[in-house]
């Protein structure tokens, strides 16, 4: 039995090729479990209505816009085509610990897709909300794997269809393009050497991404939205301030754009827990605010700025310190590389004995254009992957062995991906109708995959 396996360059391209095997029966059209492995989740919904979703041509669209590379495998738990997924990272990747997750994914009041899942990685995107303020929910089942944790999922309980292996390529060496461009400009400007390790502490210090809220125990989703917000704010304004905003104007006490940047400063270290042993009132006055070791993070990030100029400023708000301080950035050597490939094969093949067969199919995202890849090494990681897939595949008990072809069927759909996808399987649907042409099956399939006909 042949597996079919596609190759993309974003990620999200998977999206039209899992869709024509859908249409084919290659694949069960629900209850199908998700082994994604990458260095990243890519569990973000998409910033829409989840009904919207069910539209193949709006989802398309939404593919196809900036930032949907993280926002690709929501949308097939929201159509019900996958019931379980199984993330597994390497060790360097820390979104989420390893464990099981179970909440749900819903449409808020404003009528865009959020979670009840109370993770730091949904608190940076301000998409945590109670499970009373979300409407039309389905459930999200999550397993997350690492290469460190003794943790395993329990592949006997998912009671799957069958189930998809989809792999990046990042999953091996992984850039953080936003640390990459800061750290050309930390040198093209001669700025402090711990400037991304300041700015990194201080990120993840913040009070709304902290699952424990020192002084106060009905810290709500709403109030983490609103810090969230309010932190993003701060932080734009207090990068695009000017030097004349935070020093007094000669011959004047205290100016006006002084007295906006002050206040600025303390509402930012506001945003930190205190962890002084005093009361609510004290912790609040300036003092405490400027002193306390708990927003020490903050007091040196805004000492940071405070010395920087504007063309670093610029590229800082440019990067986003949520990317710079949150995405995984590791430069694996060959060996490590290697090791990785070993351990990842020896974890497919005990997918493959827990649910009794071989993956329905497989994807293959090379995330080297987006600059998540090594473009160096992205084309010898993707050979060796699939050098690594052939031969433990004639091992799976679908595989006839009196074959002497590979298992594996390669499509290589990075050019249109989403033309290529609704051409690929033509020849190989065996459809109902028995006295159709090929012809008219062939305009039939074509219709199914989104063609039109005048």
Known sequence: MTIHCCIVDDHCDIIPFLHSCYRINLLPSSNVSLIHIDSHPDLVPPADTLS???????????????????????????????????????????????????FLIGDNSDGLAAVTCQEPYYYDEGLVYDQSELTHTCSVDLSVCCTDSDYSFNASS???????????????????PFLVDLESNISAYNCPEDTVEILREMYLSVRFRSKLVTHDEKYSSSTRRKEQKEFRNL?????????????????????????????RRERFLS????????DAAEREQVTCLGKCSGRRPAQRFISLIDSLDGPMRTAIRENDITMIATLPHHESSWDEIEELMKSLAEFINSCVQHFGSGPKVICIARSDGDGYTDNILVD???????????????????????????PITVHDIRVDPYVRCRELFIDKRVLSGGNMSISAKKRKLLEESGFKFS
């Open 52 to 102: 919207s979703l069910s539209d193949t041509s709006h989802l398309y669209t939404l593919m196809e816009s900036n930032g949907s590379i993280s926002e690709f495998i929501l949308p097939l738990i929201v159509n019900g085509h996958v019931s379980h997924i199984v993330w597994l990272c390497p060790y360097w990747s820390d979104q989420f610990n390893a464990g099981h997750y179970q």
């Open 158 to 176: 998912c009671n799957s269809n069958g189930w998809i292996l989809d792999i990046c390529l990042d999953y091996f060496t992984v850039s953080n």
């Open 235 to 263: 932080v734009d304004d207090l990068l695009s301030e000017t030097s004349s905003d935070c020093r007094c104007v000669p011959g004047v006490d205290v100016c006006e754009l002084h007295k906006v940047a002050r206040s």
């Open 271 to 278: 945003l930190f827990n205190c962890t002084c042993e005093s």
């Open 380 to 406: 010898r990681i993707q050979s060796r992957v699939l050098q690594m897939l052939q031969t433990i595949s004639k091992h799976w008990p679908s595989y006839d062995r009196s074959e002497t072809a590979d």
